[in-house]
Nanobody, 114 residues
Framework: QVQLVESGGGLVQPGGSLRLSCAASGFTLDYYAIGWFRQAPGKQREWIAAFTNSYTNYADSVKGRFTISRDITRKNMYLQMNSLKPEDTAAYYC?????????WGQGTQVTVSS
C-alpha cells in the first residue's frame, strides 16, 4: 500500500522542540520533492519546508527554527522544530510530489501552549 504516515506530534511549551517523522510505505522518497505543510484552524494549508535536488527551502515563518531532512534509507523524512511558538500550532502534513505523483500524509497535530 502506498502511503505516508506522520508521527511525533503533541503538546509542547513555547520555546520547546519536537521532531516530526514521516514514513513512506510502498515507495521510496527518491527523485521528487519532499516537504512539510501545516494548517491551522480556520486557515489555509501552507507550505513550510521542502527538500529538492539536495537543496532545502523554508518559509520565512520557520526559517532558522525548523530543519527538514531525509534518512539514508530514503524511506523516512523528518522535521526538526525548535524554538516553537504558539503560532506554530497546527496540523502538520508531509508530502512527496512530482510529475504524475502527489502523496500526502494524514497529518499530525502540534500544539504549542503553556
Amino acid at each position: 500500500q502506498v502511503q505516508l504516515v506522520e508521527s511525533g506530534g503533541g503538546l509542547v511549551q513555547p520555546g520547546g522542540s519536537l521532531r516530526l517523522s514521516c514514513a513512506a510505505s510502498g515507495f521510496t522518497l527518491d527523485y521528487y520533492a519532499i516537504g512539510w505543510f501545516r494548517q491551522a484552524p480556520g486557515k489555509q494549508r501552507e507550505w513550510i519546508a521542502a527538500f529538492t535536488n539536495s537543496y532545502t527551502n523554508y518559509a520565512d515563518s520557520v526559517k532558522g527554527r525548523f530543519t527538514i531532512s531525509r534518512d539514508i534509507t530514503r524511506k523516512n523524512m523528518y522535521l526538526q522544530m525548535n524554538s516553537l511558538k504558539p503560532e506554530d500550532t497546527a496540523a502538520y502534513y508531509c508530502r512527496y510530489w512530482g510529475p504524475g505523483t502527489d502523496y500526502w500524509g494524514q497529518g499530525t497535530q502540534v500544539t504549542v501552549s503553556s
